[in-house]
């Protein structure tokens, strides 16, 4: 299935245009000391209007017997962009605004970010509702995208967690992803995946 892009996209967002979108569907969930359990999910990629990142949301609920929605797991919201350095050009920290044109106005310009193996860093922020926040380091290539968390952030109230990695892929037009973490004394296992098709 082809990607058609937005020509209002801002370039730096063209290695990530795969994942734009609405996507549901069904995964399986488990983990040392817990049941396996099937889940479903909702993950929405949107583009701001002229930001060089995607803001991301995924929602996940349990489902009972009978395969409908239960219990609410959890809503994770985050920021998902390419690594290149903060200049004069980008927005922040807090609401501060740019003060030059930024160089990322045309696929060219933004080619010279890929890496020798042909590959784009990308970093993510993820917050969760059970008092953690994740920055992964990672990298897109094609339809893939390989994360590891660079750090952990935990408020006093929260579960131990302290690692984990994601991998995204686009396969036969449905978006795939598996989820593995270090927690609660465990080393890093096998924790989530899920195959979702695109709803808008």
Do not use: C, N
């Not at 994770?76 to 106005?105: C, H, K, N």
């Not at 593995?180 to 098709?197: E, F, N, P, V, Y």
């Amino acid at each position: 299935m082809p990607i058609e892009l937005d020509p209002d996209l801002q370039p730096e967002l063209v290695p990530l245009s795969w994942l734009l979108g609405s996507w549901e569907g069904v995964g399986v969930v488990g983990y040392p000391g817990t049941p396996e359990r099937q889940f479903g999910q909702r993950i929405d990629f949107v583009a701001p209007a002229r930001a060089p990142f995607l803001h991301y949301t995924a929602q996940a609920w349990l489902l009972d017997e009978d395969g409908r929605p239960a219990d609410t797991l959890t809503l994770e919201t985050g920021i998902w962009q390419l690594v290149r350095p903060r200049r004069e050009y980008d927005a922040g920290p807090g609401l501060m605004v740019p003060t030059e044109e930024s160089p990322f106005t045309t696929a060219e310009s933004v080619e010279g970010l890929r890496g020798a193996d042909g590959d784009f860093e990308i970093e993510v922020e993820i917050a969760h509702p059970h008092g953690v926040m994740e920055l992964y380091a990672g990298r897109v290539a094609g339809p893939r995208i390989d994360l590891a968390t660079d750090v952990v952030a935990r408020t006093t109230t929260a579960k131990e967690y302290t690692a984990s990695t994601r991998m995204y892929g686009l396969v036969d037009g449905e978006l795939m992803w598996a989820w593995d973490m270090a927690a609660l004394g465990q080393d890093i296992t096998t924790h989530a995946s899920a195959r979702l098709k695109k709803v808008s």
